[in-house]
């Protein structure tokens, strides 16, 4: 059987190759858990304008089901949402294998005593005060992804 070289090494047109944006496809899933609409609007212009698909969850237990179904690339979590907080969702996250070691960004307007440790021991990455700084929250994003 003879495979056929110039199939293999087939010359893509090269401005195209260079000017084809990603397939939706290829873009990284991000599930943002976040209970504030002017956040959740904020948040979803500025992530769809850097090349991510984003799926919303706007409590806790939906964020669960929806990082249950969609299995995200990465999950940015508001600590305090209504029905379960972040912390929670964020453990009943940690326990699903599948989702074992998927990134998770924790977002809290609280600045407690004790706070980063509550949020480490949940299983969070990281976590990032609010306001975000959406600069730096993308770094991170792209550091955990290895984009
Ligand atoms: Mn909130």
């Not at 940690?94 to 299983?123: H, V």
Request: hydrophobic residues 45%.
């Amino acid at each position: 059987m003879t495979i056929s070289l110039s199939r293999i090494f087939a010359p893509k047109s090269a401005p195209e190759a260079i000017l084809e944006p990603p397939p939706e496809s290829k873009k990284p899933l991000v599930l943002l858990a976040e209970d504030n609409e002017t956040n959740i609007i904020t948040m979803v212009d500025f992530l769809t304008a850097k090349g991510y698909r984003v799926t919303v969850a706007h409590n806790g237990i939906e964020a669960v089901g929806r990082a249950v179904e969609e299995k995200p690339d990465i999950i940015l979590m508001d600590v305090q949402m209504p029905v379960i907080d972040g912390l929670e969702a964020t453990r009943r996250i940690r326990a699903e294998p599948e989702l074992s070691s998927t990134p998770i960004i924790a977002l809290t307007a609280r600045a407690m005593p004790g706070d980063k440790e509550r949020c480490l021991a949940a299983g969070v990455d990281l976590y990032l005060n609010k306001p975000v700084r959406l600069r730096r929250l993308l770094k991170v994003m792209e550091e955990r992804l290895n984009r």
